[in-house]
């Protein structure tokens, strides 16, 4: 669905929170949309003149795809992107749920348009297949007995068929916990902050 809009000229919000998939799902619409005849840019140095860069890719005349992850950055590129109007450029996004939550009125009042999709719940198929990935690679642990009807109903209720809810509780997953401490480290720092 995502691609097809984009291959539509239709700009995309796809968000989440952390440890969702919404960089994932940024990463695998990559080379999907390479496929595609155009061009495909994604913003990697968040401090450069990516304003210049816009107006190139505009200038160009050149079907483009333009992905940005962590778009809370670059408020200043999607209002010059409003201002310019390319109709050759096509924008994905991405963002924390509570960062795009705060910013939707303001890409509203900017004219900027744009589809959402929300990568925090799994669908029942993703859900089906997240089971049977974790029953191939034998990660279910001391929940490895159940029955599979039992298993999606752990997802369910359990995890609140979040990915990041299924990996913290499942995998106990190394990965998960290292990048919250990044997240918080500096947090901790204040003591007020830590206590909170």
């Not at 695998?28 to 450069?48: M, N, Q």
């Not at 509203?108 to 198929?125: H, I, Y």
């Not at 029955?147 to 106990?172: C, G």
Request: hydrophobic content about 40%; proline content about 3%.
């Amino acid at each position: 669905q995502i691609i097809e809009l984009v291959k539509d000229s239709s700009n995309i919000v796809i968000f989440g929170e952390l440890g969702n998939g919404k960089s994932l799902m940024m990463n695998e619409l990559l080379p999907a949309l390479s496929v595609e005849p155009c061009d495909v840019y994604t913003l990697i140095e968040k401090s450069g003149d990516s304003i210049s860069d816009l107006e190139k890719i505009s200038a160009s005349g050149r079907k483009s795809i333009v992905m940005i992850d962590d778009y809370e950055s670059q408020l200043d590129l999607l209002k010059h992107f409003v201002v310019l109007a390319p109709n050759n450029i096509t924008l994905a996004l991405s963002a924390r749920t509570s960062d795009h939550e705060r910013l939707r009125p303001i890409l509203g009042e900017m004219g900027f348009e744009f589809n959402e999709f929300n990568v925090d719940f799994l669908s029942p198929m993703e859900s089906e297949q997240l089971v049977k990935i974790l029953n191939h690679v034998g990660m279910w642990g001391e929940k490895s007995h159940l029955s599979h009807v039992r298993k999606m109903k752990y997802l369910e209720r359990d995890n609140q068929m979040q990915i990041s809810l299924a990996l913290l509780t499942i995998f106990e997953s190394p990965q998960m916990l290292k990048r919250i401490k990044e997240i918080i480290s500096d947090e901790f720092d204040d003591l007020e902050f830590k206590n909170t």
